[in-house]
Nanobody
Framework: QVQVAESGGGLVQAGGSLRLSCAAS????????MGWFRQTPGKEREFVAV????????YYADSVKGRFTISRDNAKNRVYLQMNSLKPEDTAVYYC?????????????????WGQGTQVTVSS
């Protein structure tokens, strides 16, 4: 059974940094594509960043490009989201997601397995 778990959220002042970590376990014969999404109350889950199974390609939402960096350590089966120059509008619950099949890298519906989410709050 696949499990996805995030960690690393918290409260930070605007301009600060946080690093989120995600571990996907339970299916070790191949690596998944891993994505980060975020959601605020009353809004749909929003794409943030994704990294392919090999780590060779990454994609970012325009709103975070140049500030956030997604990376993966396949030896540890972990994916990271380094968030710099944080803004109050980055405040959300951040979710990690994994998928072993195709589909749009940007669409939440393409991902099969989700973590429970971690709160990121950026104060002004």
């Amino acid at each position: 059974q696949v499990q996805v778990a995030e960690s690393g959220g918290g409260l930070v002042q605007a301009g600060g940094s946080l690093r989120l970590s995600c571990a996907a376990s339970g299916r070790t014969f191949s690596r998944p594509r891993m994505g980060w999404f975020r959601q605020t109350p009353g809004k749909e889950r929003e794409f943030v960043a994704v990294i392919t199974a090999t780590g060779g390609s990454t994609y970012y939402a325009d709103s975070v490009k140049g500030r956030f960096t997604i990376s993966r350590d396949n030896a540890k089966n972990r994916v990271y989201l380094q968030m710099n120059s944080l803004k109050p509008e980055d405040t959300a619950v951040y979710y990690c997601a994994a998928v072993w099949t195709g589909g749009s890298v940007y669409a939440a519906g393409s991902y099969t397995y989700w973590g429970q989410g971690t709160q990121v709050t950026v104060s002004s």
